[in-house]
């Protein structure tokens, strides 16, 4: 079993800073890309940032600048910065991760996509 869990999320002032944590735990073989994604109020889950194994960034156009993800391989963790923060980031924030999982045999088994449970993100005026 694999599992995906957030940290970091809260209320903060517009123009202000946050720092979101995910961190993968179970029977993990290895990580490829992990991302963040966003659902405000009403609207569809949107990609905000995704980061390769070796470190690659996109961002969503609406966040570049402001947003840098960055991640800890020893750890199995992915990190977003998020600086100059707007109201529209007001949003769920959720961790993805592709992960292959570690078979019966101790070797590379499925590759699968996990999701964790969301962080909320509340930017206030």
């Known amino acids: 079993q694999v599992q995906l869990v957030e940290s970091g999320g809260g209320l903060v002032q517009a123009g202000g800073s946050l720092r979101l944590s995910c961190a993968a735990s179970g029977n993990i073989f290895s990580i490829n890309d992990m991302g963040w994604y966003r659902q405000a109020p009403g609207k569809q889950r949107e990609l905000v940032a995704v980061?390769?194994?070796?470190?690659?960034?996109n961002y969503a156009d609406s966040v570049k600048g402001r947003f840098t993800s960055s991640r800890d391989n020893g750890k199995n963790t992915v990190y977003l910065q998020m600086n100059s923060l707007a109201i529209e980031d007001t949003a769920v924030y959720y961790c993805?991760?592709?992960?292959?999982?570690?078979?019966?045999?101790?070797?590379?088994?499925?590759?699968?996509?996990?999701w964790g449970q969301g962080t909320q993100v509340t930017v206030s005026s």
């Open positions: 980061i390769s194994s070796g470190g690659n960034t």
């Open positions: 993805n991760a592709e992960i292959v999982v570690r078979s019966l045999f101790g070797g590379r088994g499925a590759t699968r996509t996990y």
